[in-house]
Nanobody
Framework: VQLQASGGGLVQAGGSLRLSCVASQRNYDVAWFRQAPGKEREFVCAIAWPRSIVNYADFVKGRFTVSRDNAKNTVFLQMNSLTPEDTAVYYC?????????????WGQGTLVTVSS
């Protein structure tokens, strides 16, 4: 099952963006991963269903917040204090096992570019 990520764009360092991920159903554990140019895809954060337990990679703790609106089948990623190192394509994906084992259905992702 593919989930659709959106909300990426160009932002200056120190700025913020909010990404959205729309699912066809609400009862998914969902994670955000990212892939920077020339690097491997890496785990960013995850949110479980239905109790919204969350898990974050160390490099985003205190800057990124994951949340969900179950009524809209949507998961959000609020990204604050962005740095150029956050530049990447961000993917949301359904999890096979919480917090970081996904089903292999990645979708197109959404590009986040942070300028210095």
């Amino acid at each position: 099952v593919q989930l659709q990520a959106s909300g990426g764009g160009l932002v200056q360092a120190g700025g913020s963006l909010r990404l959205s991920c729309v699912a066809s159903q609400r009862n998914y554990d969902v994670a955000w991963f990212r892939q920077a140019p020339g690097k491997e895809r890496e785990f960013v954060c995850a949110i479980a269903w239905p109790r919204s337990i969350v898990n974050y990679a160390d490099f985003v703790k205190g800057r990124f917040t994951v949340s969900r609106d179950n009524a809209k089948n949507t998961v959000f990623l609020q990204m604050n204090s962005l740095t150029p190192e956050d530049t990447a394509v961000y993917y949301c994906v359904r999890l096979r096992r919480f917090p970081d084992v996904p089903y292999p259905y990645w979708g197109q992702g959404t590009l986040v570019t942070v300028s210095s």
